[in-house]
């Protein structure tokens, strides 16, 4: 299992609806990351966060960490076709010795006009 | 334009051939890293740099070895000892290794298998 789970899976919307994608750990959430990728590329940065209730915007999407930092949501506004793509939370993991990156599966998102 | 560069695009190797993905970086960054990106799952960390002439097994190095020669570069090469080399291959870097360092990434790798 991910140690990063995130929902759904995937996600197929009609233009100019909102969404929801969720990331949830067992563990507390240090640095936590969203990034964008669409199909066959690399990974394109978002935003990051790192206090408990934290939250931040960039156009129309809005990311927030929960109080307890174990759950991060990613809300997309009046989804456009340039929202498709795949979504991905990262977290940073001290494990084996050393820091790393860990991800989640991805969310895939589809946008109908 | 600063940036990291990965070539191929899409790769092919043949039984018992080693492969090297090549990854360019010229934002001045200290720390490298090299991930495979299979389908339905995370990205899995093989091998990282934090400094050139220095790097470190991930979680999935066996079967493929690196070097860091000078900063801008990190290649990757998959050895015949991989048996399940298929998969997506994503370069990153991050001005240092750490904790909240933001990994900015390359357009990736497609390797497959004749």
């Known amino acids: 299992s991910q140690e990063l789970e995130q929902s759904p899976q995937s996600l197929i919307v009609q233009e100019g609806k909102n969404l929801t994608i969720n990331c949830t750990s067992s563990k507390t959430l240090y640095g936590l990351y969203w990034y964008k990728q669409k199909y066959g590329e690399g990974l394109i940065f978002l935003m990051m966060l790192q206090k408990g209730g934290e939250e931040k915007s960039h156009e129309k999407i809005t990311a927030k960490l929960d109080e307890k930092k174990q759950q991060s949501s990613l809300h997309i506004t009046a989804s456009q076709p340039s929202h498709a793509g795949i979504y991905l939370c990262g977290a940073d993991r001290f494990s084996g010795g050393y820091n790393k990156l860990i991800f989640g599966a991805g969310t895939r998102l589809a946008v109908h006009p | 334009d600063g940036g990291i560069t990965q070539s191929p695009k899409y790769l092919f190797r043949k039984e018992g051939q080693n492969v090297t993905l090549s990854c360019e970086q010229n934002?001045?960054?200290?720390?490298m890293y090299w991930y495979r990106q299979d389908p339905g799952q995370g990205l899995r960390l093989i091998y990282y740099s934090q400094i050139v002439n220095d790097f470190q097994k991930g979680d999935i190095a066996e079967g493929y070895s690196v070097s860091r020669e000078k900063k801008e570069s990190f290649p990757l090469t998959v050895t015949s000892a991989q048996k399940n080399p298929t998969a997506f291959y994503l370069c990153?870097?991050?001005?240092?290794?750490?904790?909240?360092?933001?990994?900015?990434f390359g357009s990736g790798t497609q390797l497959s298998v004749l």
């Open positions: 934002l001045n960054h200290d720390a």
């Open positions: 990153a870097s991050s001005i240092k290794w750490g904790v909240d360092e933001k990994l900015f």
